[in-house]
Every structure is written in structure tokens, then in C-alpha cells.
């Protein structure tokens, strides 16, 4: 069965450190997504992507954080200079358009210390 | 935008016993509301959903109601099993609303706990 995977399942980091978070979405979806979960607390929308651009933000998705499809399967999540509060899991979706499901990959836990 | 509230926080049922978990959301628009199972630090995994054009979705010992007019909608697990222990989300969707694809928005978590 085909899924969403995401490198590194850990990153840690310094404050004040790039950090790329990748993900491989499902080959025929067109739909892109980043959540983000802050230890115990609820899933959050980050961005969606469509179209080779950002379909929609969230007020957490701020001039330090940025996405990019540099190729034809990859989808990356950029944080610049990345803070003690952007420690949280990071999952990445992707879903086809037409279909309801969002499939999600397996996240990526950032630590920033 | 659309905000999800979700009751109770933690549940603690005996094995055989019924689980309900409720959810409200906030925008009238939304019109997909999916559950997910997530496992100790592992990904979401949908369970079941329902759109807006329907009351009642079951699944084997898994069902979700839907109540547009109260904007609420319900995970009914029964015949519960010490496998079905894990945190329980609901999220809600504006399909098609935008061009934002598959936007969720998360309710905050139940804590489902089985108990032999």
C-alpha cells in the first residue's frame, strides 16, 4: 500500500538553526500538506500546497517557515532560524483531489534545544 | 475560521463497553468531518469519516453520527478492546470550499483507555 514518508523521524537542533524537514508524498496525489503537534496538544494546519504553490496558510506559518516542491516527489518543510517553541512533530499529508482521505506520513520529531 | 471542540479529554471504559466521544465545530460551511486513531508516537490514522450529506456512517464496531443543525457529530466505538486504547481526534473540512484541498481542523484529543 502506498504511503507518505518522511526524513529524519528525529531532528535536533540549536536555536537559531535552518532545518528542512522532507517529505515523499503518494505518487498521484496533488494535494500537500504540513501539520504540526506539539507534544500532548492537537494537531495544527500549517500550509497546503497545490499547483506548485501555497493554497492556504495558517497564522502559525510565519516569515520563518517555507515549503518548496524541488522536484517531482519531494516536498519540504523549511524552518529558518528555528526557535524552542517550534519543538513539536511535523506530519506531512498528501490527498488526491476529488477524494476526501488525507494520508498521513509517519512525522518527523524536532527537538530544539 | 473553523474552530472543533471535542469531549470528554480522557475516557476509561471497561473491555465490551461502549466508547462516545463528541465533537462541535464552529463553521457552518464545513462539510467533512473525519476521525483519526493516533498511537503512542506514531501517525494519524483515519478510521472513519462522514460528509455533510449524511446523518449516520458505520463501519463494524465503529460509527459516526452527524447533527449539521447543532453542528455536532459523535465516534461510537462498541464492543470496545484493549487495541482500541489510544487518542481519538475528530477534525472538520471544507471540502472543495477553497482551493486548499483537504484543510483539517483538529479537535483536542480523547484518551481512550480499555480496560481488561
Known amino acids: 500500500e502506498p504511503e507518505v514518508t518522511q526524513t529524519p523521524s528525529h531532528q535536533v537542533t540549536q536555536m537559531g538553526q535552518e532545518v528542512i524537514l522532507r517529505c515523499v508524498p503518494i505518487?498521484?496525489?496533488?494535494?500537500f500538506y504540513w501539520y504540526r503537534q506539539i507534544l500532548g496538544q492537537k494537531v495544527e494546519f500549517l500550509v497546503s500546497?497545490?499547483?506548485?504553490?501555497?493554497?492556504?496558510k495558517s497564522e502559525i506559518f510565519d516569515d520563518q517557515f517555507s515549503v518548496e516542491r524541488p522536484d517531482g516527489s519531494n516536498f519540504t518543510l523549511k524552518i529558518r532560524s528555528t526557535k524552542l517553541e517550534d519543538s513539536a512533530m511535523y506530519f506531512c499529508a498528501s490527498s488526491q483531489p476529488g477524494r476526501t482521505e488525507a494520508f498521513f506520513g509517519q512525522g518527523t520529531r524536532l527537538t530544539v534545544v | 475560521g473553523e474552530n472543533v471542540e471535542q469531549h470528554p479529554s480522557t475516557l476509561s471504559v471497561q473491555e465490551g463497553d461502549s466508547a462516545v466521544i463528541k465533537c462541535t465545530y464552529s463553521d457552518s460551511a464545513s462539510n467533512y468531518f473525519p476521525w483519526y486513531k493516533q498511537e503512542l508516537g506514531k501517525r494519524p490514522q483515519l478510521i472513519i469519516d462522514?460528509?455533510?450529506?449524511?446523518g449516520e456512517k458505520k463501519d463494524q464496531r465503529i460509527a459516526v453520527t452527524l447533527n449539521k443543525t447543532a453542528k455536532h457529530f459523535s465516534l461510537h466505538i462498541t464492543e470496545t478492546q484493549p487495541e482500541d486504547s489510544a487518542v481519538y481526534f475528530c477534525?472538520?473540512?471544507?471540502?472543495?470550499?477553497?482551493?486548499?484541498?483537504?484543510?483539517?481542523?483538529f479537535g483536542t484529543g480523547t484518551q481512550l483507555k480499555v480496560e481488561l
Open positions: 505518487s498521484n496525489h496533488l494535494y
Open positions: 477534525a472538520a473540512s471544507g471540502l472543495g470550499l477553497t482551493g486548499g484541498g483537504n484543510k483539517l481542523t
Open positions: 500546497f497545490y499547483n506548485n504553490e501555497i493554497s492556504e
Open positions: 462522514i460528509r455533510s450529506n449524511v
